[in-house]
């Protein structure tokens, strides 16, 4: 036997008793105390009972009483006793990861025989809260004008968003978040980013912890989203919403085609259904979840070129130009997108102390990217493809009435791919390719063209002709299994522990479709050999365990953790000393494979520690602390792993197996406090020490010969100051707003690339320049406002604004860039309408909704010019290279002028969008 497949079935076996890095907390507790209601005393041997379950606990001698192993969601509590009164709290509210405190005073039967019903309220401040952790519930989700996870997280304070729409979560790159689904990590382990995407209506609920979360989390830098999706109950329940809209702008001068209303330019079909499985239902229930998502964008181009199309040019007479236009004309849309999300899950309660999970996840898409240079050869846009599977078992089991453990294994696929024409197999057939897959038998698609037509015909125009040439496949696969176990052994204590595991499979493959009219007359896949095509199968390994303790008191609360990590790579790298020891060895020669280094195991230690305690009954200061790790993303430690150089490719890229956890240090310190019953106000400050983050570094060998390889040299601090306040709705008022802001400055290093070669000749250090972050964001306010009724009527507004984010300007006379990241965007603002209507008919609610993205249409501008900081324009149009491309547009078919060229609309945000819909639930 091999050494790989030994290690494999190695690695497998110790999975099946482990875990996976990033698992999150899925259940909460209630605890409280049982008085007297006369004397005050406590009650002893009092039933507390989670109606409709098997969940409850007895009131110790003390009085007190613990329920853990919760799962999210609103329950009615029962108490009761011999000779003493029955009360019900209705609408108690659990969420993970957390403690409800809900206290019972008991009355003598004499004094009062019928059940006392108590409706809770949740609270509006969190005495256990020792970082910062928001909670969106289903209920909440539902009033809002939001469509996915990213959408609800873009509310949520300290989270920015950057310009291509990606989320940062107090001021750390967008790769530093980790997604969780039940638990489960939904990661791509290549860039880091999430996979599986879930319909809002399938959401129990959501939560982000932004702060410094415990131990039992990991493999993460600024944050942890969560997501925990709904359960079948014991009865039947469903719904099914169909909703549809359009683009309805005045922009018609930056956004061609925005005025030509579509009705189904962009639909979608969503629904539920829930409930007892049959002949089962006392001890099987399932929820599933379907979206179907189709629409055609807002930027659209016109087919005035074919991919066959080229320009002539006459050899005697430069402006002697002919453009080919055997284009229909017709208008297509450039950043169209279709998507399908399902969820399903499984419950199997077949004892009252054990209960399985089975998770289903599938979601599957297509899409185009907008590309202003094919703005009129629109059929050369390639198109990305994706889908993602989870399956995920979930067994927990209760020991005894203060222990549980659990036992997880999940196993996530997760494939793109991006090309224009698919491969084709021997007998010209269509083949559905994926990283992996040999490409022995398989060829090109023959309407691949030639290098040379895909140009344009002068400065500042767009491509007449030819094709996207380049492929781009990924897929991995990720094994994971866990095995954690809480115990709640003393009324202070609740301590949980345990071990985690990953093992991933990663397959690549890139490549350049070659065709020319000197070599290559057919198009052509070059040998894995050529720097024009990248092919790789890794096998990344993570392990991770921790111990967390949390102590509450009365009048103090600690989260007290400690975790470990492992991390292995498992390949090779090229040591930076390799060309320093060999001078003679050109960039461009083959490597000496005795020079590969293998790379090592990475180990890392982090305390983490969290301190809550109460200053007034309604006033509660928190501290935390607490190192975190998290590996760069794995296409970095394996980009280029050949380490291959061409003079006719450039300066290449190595990647660097052998990199370092990225690392973070993170401070925080905040007061919650309620002004009254409906109204409290939440601040906190943060500081993040950030060390080790992944850069490009150049190396340069020689004068004409440099290379690129990723190493740990960044660095940056982000420090802030976030403020929240929350006005619920109540009984006595029907409207409500939640306000936050965030002020922060996130800085890094700017270390200028080039110096590195005179560095490590001289062992120094290489000088760091602090400048701001592209993503640092200084003022954030979000805010929202709701008015009506619960199941009859409601209107919600949400607005959020921005300052802008940085930019390095350019000085256009002479070319020269000024101090990066030294000017700023302008502002950015949007208000969104969610307005619903409800009318019940017997046992079925029909509802009536609009929903509206950029109520105002206002005109963001996200992607800039350097030369004038904005969008609109640019002063590269007042230049003589411009001036001569509109000489040349006035006289030639084909050439358009450069006002053309410099209105790019995806530099602007999505102009306002307009839905309506209908949706029916029983």
């Known amino acids: 036997?091999?050494?790989?497949?030994?290690l494999s079935l190695l690695w497998i076996f110790i999975l099946s008793f482990s875990v996976i890095n990033l698992y999150a907390g899925n259940t909460g507790k209630i605890a409280g105390k049982v008085i007297d209601a006369e004397t005050g005393e406590p009650l002893i041997g009092i039933n507390i009972i989670i109606e409709g379950t098997s969940m409850g606990a007895a009131s110790a001698v003390d009085g007190t009483f613990i329920i853990n192993n919760i799962p999210p969601g609103t329950y009615t509590i029962i108490a009761s006793g011999v000779g003493l009164q029955k009360k019900r709290i209705e609408?108690?509210?659990?969420?993970?990861?957390?403690?409800?405190r809900l206290d019972f005073e008991l009355a003598s039967e004499d004094i009062l025989v019928e059940t006392v019903v108590v409706r809770a309220e949740t609270p509006l401040i969190r005495q256990d809260l020792t970082s910062s952790h928001t909670v969106v519930d289903a209920t909440q989700i539902e009033t809002l004008?939001?469509?996915?996870?990213?959408?609800?997280?873009?509310?949520?304070?300290?989270?920015?968003?950057?310009t291509g729409g990606e989320l940062h979560i107090r001021g750390g790159r967008t790769n530093e978040i980790s997604y969780s689904v039940n638990g489960v990590s939904v990661v791509n382990p290549f860039d880091n980013t999430n996979t599986v995407s879930i319909a809002t209506n399938a959401i129990q609920e959501l939560s982000v912890v932004s702060g410094t979360f415990n131990a039992e989390y990991g493999n993460a830098l600024s944050g942890v989203v969560n997501t925990i999706t709904k359960e079948g109950g014991e009865k039947y329940s469903g719904n099914i919403s169909f909703y549809?809209?359009?683009?309805?702008?005045?922009?018609?001068?930056?956004?061609?085609?925005?005025?030509?209303?579509?009705?189904?330019?962009?639909?979608?079909?969503?629904?539920?259904?829930?409930?007892?499985?049959?002949?089962?239902?006392?001890?099987?229930?399932?929820?599933?979840?379907?979206?179907?998502?189709?629409?055609?964008?807002?930027l659209y181009g016109i087919r005035e070129h074919s991919i066959t199309?080229?320009?002539?040019?006459?050899?005697?007479?430069?402006?002697?130009?002919?453009?080919?236009?055997?284009?229909?004309?017709?208008?297509?849309?450039?950043?169209?997108?279709?998507?399908?999300?399902?969820?399903?899950?499984?419950?199997?309660k077949p004892i009252p102390?054990?209960?399985?999970?089975?998770?289903?996840?599938?979601?599957?898409?297509?899409?185009?990217?907008?590309?202003?240079?094919?703005?009129?050869?629109?059929?050369?846009n390639p198109t990305g493809y994706s889908w993602s599977m989870l399956n995920a078992i979930d067994i927990r089991h209760a020991i005894s009435n203060t222990t549980f453990y659990e036992l997880k294994g999940s196993i996530n696929f997760d494939d793109y791919k991006r090309y224009l024409f698919p491969l084709l197999d021997e007998n010209g057939n269509e083949v559905d390719f994926y990283a992996g897959m040999s490409l022995d038998g398989l060829h090109p698609d023959p309407r691949h063209q030639p290098s040379y037509k895909y140009s344009a015909p002068a400065n500042y125009t767009f491509i007449t002709g030819g094709s996207s040439n380049s492929h781009y496949y990924q897929r991995s696969r990720t094994i994971a299994g866990k095995f954690d176990i809480t115990s709640q052994i003393t009324n202070n204590h609740e301590v949980k522990l345990g071990l985690f595991g990953r093992y991933h499979k990663l397959n690549y493959e890139s490549f350049t479709v070659m065709r020319d009219t000197v070599r290559y007359f057919t198009p052509t896949v070059l040998a894995v050999t050529s720097p024009y095509r990248n092919s790789y199968v890794k096998y990344p390994i993570e392990v991770s365990a921790y111990v967390q303790d949390k102590m509450e008191f009365d009048k103090l609360i600690l989260n007290v953790g400690l975790r470990y990590d492992y991390f292995w790579a498992d390949s090779r790298y090229l040591p930076d000393n390799y060309y320093f020891e060999n001078p003679n060895v050109s960039l461009f020669s083959p490597i000496d494979k005795s020079w590969y280094n293998r790379s090592e195991p990475k180990h890392q230690i982090s305390p983490r520690l969290g301190v809550s305690f109460p200053i007034t009954d309604r006033g509660i200061i928190h501290f935390s602390y607490g190192h975190f790790y998290q590996m760069p993303?794995?296409?970095?430690?394996?980009?280029?792993?050949?380490?291959?150089a061409s003079l006719a490719s450039g300066f290449p890229t190595f990647g660097n197996a052998n990199l370092n956890p990225e690392r973070t240090v993170t401070y925080e310190l905040g007061l919650q406090q309620q002004l009254s019953d409906d109204l409290a106000f939440n601040v906190t400050g943060f500081y993040k020490d950030v060390r080790d983050l992944l850069a490009t570094q150049t190396i340069r060998i020689s004068g004409d010969e440099t290379y690129y390889k990723y190493v740990n040299k960044d660095y940056a601090n982000i420090k802030g100051v976030t403020f929240s306040m929350t006005k619920r709705r109540t009984q006595s008022s029907n409207f409500g707003f939640t306000l936050d802001y965030t002020f922060q400055v996130a800085e890094g290093n700017d270390t200028d690339p080039n110096a590195f070669f005179i560095d490590i000749s001289s062992?120094?250090?290489?000088?760091?320049?602090?400048?701001?972050?592209?993503?640092?964001?200084?003022?954030?306010?979000?805010?929202?406002?709701?008015?009506?009724?619960?199941?009859?009527?409601?209107?919600?507004?949400?607005?959020?604004?921005?300052?802008?984010?940085?930019?390095?300007?350019?000085?256009?006379?002479?070319?020269?860039?000024?101090?990066?990241?030294?000017?700023?965007?302008?502002?950015?603002?949007?208000?969104?309408?969610?307005?619903?209507?409800?009318?019940?008919?017997?046992?079925?609610?029909?509802?009536?909704?609009?929903?509206?993205?950029?109520?105002?249409?206002?005109?963001?501008?996200?992607?800039?010019?350097?030369d004038t900081g904005r969008s609109t324009y640019t002063l590269q149009s007042k230049y003589g290279s411009a001036e001569e491309t509109d000489r040349l547009a006035e006289r030639v078919a084909g050439v358009h002028p450069t006002s053309d060229y410099f209105n790019v609309p995806s530099y602007y945000g999505a102009p306002r969008n307009v839905k309506l819909g209908l949706s029916f639930e029983f």
């Open 763 to 866: 062992g120094r250090q290489p000088e760091k320049l602090p400048v701001y972050l592209t993503w640092d964001q200084s003022h954030t306010l979000n805010g929202t406002f709701s008015v009506g009724e619960p199941s009859d009527w409601n209107v919600t507004l949400v607005g959020r604004i921005g300052t802008g984010l940085p930019y390095t300007p350019q000085l256009t006379d002479n070319l020269v860039y000024l101090r990066v990241n030294s000017d700023r965007r302008p502002s950015q603002m949007t208000v969104d309408l969610m307005a619903d209507k409800t009318f019940v008919i017997s046992n079925y609610k029909i509802r009536f909704f609009l929903k509206v993205y950029n109520l105002f249409d206002t005109l963001n501008e996200r992607l800039i010019y350097t």
């Open 1 to 6: 036997m091999t050494k790989r497949p030994f």
């Open 91 to 100: 609408n108690v509210k659990v969420s993970a990861d957390f403690t409800t």
């Open 633 to 644: 993303p794995f296409t970095y430690l394996y980009a280029n792993p050949l380490f291959k």
């Open 309 to 348: 199309d080229s320009i002539k040019r006459n050899p005697m007479d430069p402006n002697d130009i002919v453009v080919a236009m055997t284009g229909d004309s017709s208008i297509i849309a450039m950043n169209p997108s279709k998507s399908i999300s399902t969820t399903g899950k499984l419950t199997f």
């Open 353 to 380: 102390t054990l209960k399985i999970n089975y998770d289903f996840l599938y979601s599957a898409g297509e899409s185009q990217g907008y590309s202003h240079d094919l703005k009129y050869n629109t059929d050369a």
């Open 145 to 162: 004008p939001v469509e996915s996870i990213s959408g609800i997280l873009r509310l949520q304070a300290g989270i920015t968003q950057g």
């Open 244 to 298: 549809t809209g359009d683009y309805v702008s005045s922009r018609d001068e930056v956004f061609f085609n925005v005025d030509d209303f579509d009705a189904l330019n962009n639909y979608i079909v969503e629904g539920t259904f829930s409930g007892p499985v049959p002949l089962l239902n006392k001890y099987v229930s399932f929820f599933a979840s379907a979206r179907f998502d189709d629409s055609k964008g807002w």
